[in-house]
């Protein structure tokens, strides 16, 4: 994850500055050690090899799959780039508003088209097995050839693409009236993000996290076109409790603190004074900057001049937090930042062994404690972090607790429409559907408690507090213009029998 959300720290080249004075310390190397020593024991890998991946046979990787899968999708956009401005989830069109002509067409490519077949075929197969992108020799020799933690993990986004076309599989079968064959799409989409549980990366399980958003919301719509079997209701709860059961977050975080953070931290220790000054590499970002703004409209000489500004900014950062330390290497400063990085980590990490609710209140605490400790302590973990970002680990808890959220809330609604099947109406308290339908109910991740339910003309609302902790009347946040303001995480049934 911070790979791809976070500024890198680019080293830099000579600085002949060293500080007129030092001070007496607890020595660097014994505190570093002594710190990767506490991660160790409390079971958080710190080398790819205590890592412990085990390696999947070929024909059992499911990432060999999706990558024929993604090669067959970049066949097909080539060929109806036209027709796919109109897909549903993917196109620029909301799907209402298609015109009937476009929608016959895109309609017959998805459900019609050989290739849509196989291709929908395969992600099924996919979605049944376990993934690995990286081996451990794929992972070790990153970490050789680019040692300042910068891993790319190219072919995870394109989950995203994969999710969205089962999303609008699942659309049209559903306004086809084939409500079955549409929650089978569902069924997929929530196994993608299990087949990826095996990456053991941030990346991975922040990925995983949007495959289950965008398959429960999926549902959602699904579900106000019609009935459907109450088996493939049960196959959905299952899924969805395998993921509601998943620790994403602490699943995640070995991975990063292996392949990201501690080669980064090792990368900035060879620099040695090397790392006050702007250098090669920062030329070479700049580079890269202005040929992503090559081809775009207007006039961007600022943009990037503001970018080059920030870099050089940040090597004086560095050297004044350096010299105000006061210790006697540039070495024993990383050294330094490293045991103080570790030590948030460490905490972090046991947090993740609490429930999300439990957490939050302590993750906040931390960030606070990164984002306000002095320069000469923590500069490297800002940088890591994104001092910009406030609430760098409260946002990972926070991503998880609204992911399960809105997976609780799918599961109480299917397990509501499996009672309406037995009993011709739906509940008028959440606790009749344990343990008859469920053995029991999920919990709000952020609060712990019950969610909200209420009846609701003929069908029904439940949904959780989400961030603000407070009921705000079950207004989603699509309702309320996004994430900023305040919103429940909400499912709502309109009570739907017939697709006709």
């Given at each position: 994850?911070?790979?791809?959300?976070?500024?890198?720290?680019?080293?830099?080249?000579?600085?002949?500055?060293?500080?007129q004075k030092?001070?007496?310390?607890?020595?660097?190397?014994?505190?570093?050690?002594?710190?990767?020593?506490?991660?160790?024991?409390?079971?958080?890998?710190?080398t790819?090899?205590?890592?412990?991946?085990?390696?999947?046979?070929?024909?059992?990787?499911?990432?060999?799959?999706?990558?024929?899968?993604?090669?067959?999708?970049?066949?097909?956009?080539?060929?109806?780039?036209?027709?796919?401005?109109?897909?549903?989830?993917?196109?620029?069109?909301?799907?209402?508003?298609?015109?009937?002509?476009?929608?016959?067409?895109?309609?017959?490519?998805i459900?019609?088209?050989p290739?849509?077949?196989?291709?929908?075929?395969?992600?099924?197969?996919?979605?049944?097995?376990?993934?690995?992108?990286?081996?451990?020799?794929?992972?070790?020799?990153?970490?050789?050839?680019?040692?300042?933690?910068?891993?790319?993990?190219?072919?995870?986004?394109?989950?995203?693409?994969?999710?969205?076309?089962?999303?609008?599989?699942?659309?049209?079968?559903?306004?086809?009236?084939?409500?079955?064959?549409?929650?089978?799409?569902?069924?997929?989409?929530?196994?993608?993000?299990?087949?990826?549980?095996?990456?053991?990366?941030?990346?991975?399980?922040?990925?995983?996290?949007?495959?289950?958003?965008?398959?429960?919301?999926?549902?959602?719509?699904?579900?106000?076109?019609?009935?459907?079997?109450?088996?493939?209701?049960?196959?959905?709860?299952?899924?969805?409790?395998?993921?509601i059961?998943?620790?994403?977050?602490?699943?995640?975080?070995p991975?990063?603190?292996?392949?990201?953070?501690?080669?980064r931290?090792?990368?900035?220790?060879?620099?040695?004074?090397?790392?006050?000054?702007?250098?090669?590499?920062?030329?070479?970002?700049?580079?890269?900057?202005?040929?992503?703004?090559?081809?775009?409209?207007?006039?961007?000489?600022?943009?990037?001049?503001?970018?080059?500004?920030?870099?050089?900014?940040?090597?004086?950062?560095?050297?004044?937090?350096?010299?105000k330390?006061?210790?006697?290497?540039?070495?024993?400063?990383?050294?330094?930042?490293?045991?103080?990085?570790?030590?948030?980590?460490?905490?972090?990490?046991?947090?993740?062994?609490?429930?999300?609710?439990?957490?939050?209140?302590?993750?906040?605490?931390?960030?606070?404690?990164?984002?306000k400790?002095?320069?000469?302590?923590?500069?490297?973990?800002?940088?890591?972090?994104?001092?910009?970002?406030?609430?760098?680990?409260?946002?990972?808890f926070?991503?998880?607790?609204?992911?399960k959220a809105?997976?609780?809330?799918?599961e109480?609604?299917?397990?509501?429409?499996?009672?309406?099947?037995?009993?011709?109406?739906?509940?008028?308290?959440l606790?009749?559907?344990?343990?008859?339908?469920?053995?029991?109910?999920?919990?709000?991740?952020?609060?712990?408690?019950?969610?909200?339910?209420?009846?609701?003309?003929?069908?029904?609302?439940?949904?959780?507090?989400?961030?603000?902790?407070?009921?705000?009347?079950?207004?989603?946040?699509?309702?309320?213009?996004?994430?900023?303001?305040?919103?429940?995480?909400?499912?709502?049934?309109?009570?739907?029998?017939?697709?006709?």
């Amino acid at each position: 994850m911070k790979k791809f959300f976070f500024p890198l720290l680019f080293v830099v080249l000579l600085f002949g500055c060293i500080p007129q004075k030092t001070v007496e310390k607890q020595p660097a190397v014994s505190s570093l050690e002594a710190e990767l020593q506490k991660l160790r024991e409390a079971g958080i890998p710190t080398t790819v090899e205590e890592l412990n991946l085990q390696e999947i046979p070929d024909q059992e990787n499911g990432s060999l799959v999706f990558r024929e899968v993604f090669k067959i999708i970049d066949g097909l956009y080539q060929q109806h780039k036209e027709e796919w401005e109109y897909f549903p989830a993917e196109g620029s069109i909301r799907w209402e508003e298609v015109p009937e002509a476009k929608k016959k067409q895109v309609m017959d490519l998805i459900l019609h088209n050989p290739e849509f077949i196989r291709m929908y075929q395969l992600l099924d197969e996919a979605s049944l097995m376990k993934s690995r992108s990286l081996t451990r020799d794929d992972l070790q020799k990153w970490i050789s050839e680019f040692p300042d933690g910068t891993l790319s993990f190219s072919l995870l986004p394109k989950m995203r693409r994969c999710a969205r076309l089962l999303c609008a599989k699942a659309t049209i079968e559903s306004d086809c009236g084939s409500i079955d064959n549409a929650l089978n799409a569902c069924i997929t989409g929530l196994r993608l993000g299990k087949s990826i549980s095996d990456e053991p990366f941030l990346i991975s399980q922040m990925v995983r996290m949007a495959l289950d958003a965008i398959a429960t919301a999926s549902l959602e719509k699904i579900i106000q076109k019609g009935e459907g079997d109450s088996k493939l209701y049960q196959a959905l709860i299952d899924e969805i409790k395998t993921e509601i059961s998943a620790s994403m977050i602490k699943h995640g975080m070995p991975g990063d603190l292996i392949i990201n953070d501690l080669p980064r931290f090792s990368y900035w220790r060879k620099q040695g004074e090397e790392m006050f000054i702007f250098n090669e590499d920062d030329r070479k970002t700049l580079e890269t900057i202005k040929e992503h703004f090559k081809d775009m409209p207007g006039d961007n000489t600022q943009r990037i001049a503001v970018t080059e500004k920030r870099l050089q900014e940040k090597r004086t950062a560095l050297k004044e937090a350096y010299l105000k330390s006061g210790y006697e290497t540039p070495q024993v400063f990383v050294d330094m930042q490293e045991v103080f990085y570790l030590d948030k980590i460490l905490t972090v990490f046991n947090l993740t062994r609490s429930p999300l609710w439990e957490a939050r209140k302590e993750t906040q605490k931390i960030d606070d404690e990164i984002r306000k400790a002095p320069k000469e302590e923590a500069i490297l973990s800002h940088e890591i972090l994104l001092p910009e970002n406030t609430s760098m680990f409260t946002g990972w808890f926070k991503q998880e607790a609204r992911t399960k959220a809105c997976l609780g809330a799918a599961e109480i609604g299917l397990a509501n429409r499996i009672y309406r099947q037995k009993h011709g109406k739906f509940v008028s308290s959440l606790r009749q559907l344990t343990p008859e339908i469920i053995p029991a109910l999920p919990l709000d991740p952020f609060t712990g408690k019950n969610y909200i339910y209420r009846k609701k003309d003929k069908g029904f609302i439940v949904y959780s507090v989400a961030d603000n902790l407070k009921d705000d009347g079950g207004f989603s946040q699509n309702e309320k213009n996004g994430w900023q303001d305040d919103f429940d995480i909400v499912w709502e049934d309109n009570g739907a029998i017939s697709a006709r």
